[in-house]
């Protein structure tokens, strides 16, 4: 499966952004799918997670309660709804493909895409 995120731009702290990530072919709804992020020196890092049917989410503690992952397997597209931004949110974010069942390690998704960049200003 290819990944297409989109979504990223400036913001200002306490804006919000909505990333899309846009998968090709036709399995997309057997994958679980993640958003991972990696900011400047810094290794990359899970943020949110969402099931094959979009049943169950699960989020890293820091973006808790302001993130909000979601999915249409119809659309072949997963979200990310970044509210309350705040400077350390500033990164690459990531979409990423798990068949298997990675337990939302970096390491274990199985297809990546190309990263869209998140600036939050202070």
């Known amino acids: 499966v290819q990944l297409q995120a989109s979504g990223g731009g400036l913001v200002q702290a306490g804006g919000s952004l909505r990333l899309s990530c846009a998968a090709s072919g036709r399995t997309f709804s057997t994958y679980s799918m993640g958003w991972f992020r990696q900011a400047p020196g810094k290794e990359r890092e899970f943020v949110a997670g969402i099931t094959r049917d979009g049943g169950r989410t699960y989020y890293a503690d820091s973006v808790k309660g302001r993130f909000t992952i979601s999915r249409n397997n119809a659309k072949n597209t997963v979200y990310l709804q970044l509210n309350s931004l705040k400077p350390d949110d500033t990164a690459v974010y990531y979409c990423?493909?798990?068949?298997?069942?990675?337990?939302?390690?970096?390491?274990?998704?199985?297809?990546w895409g190309k990263g869209t960049l998140v600036t939050v200003s202070s």
């Open positions: 990423a493909a798990d068949r298997y069942g990675s337990n939302w390690s970096a390491s274990g998704m199985d297809y």
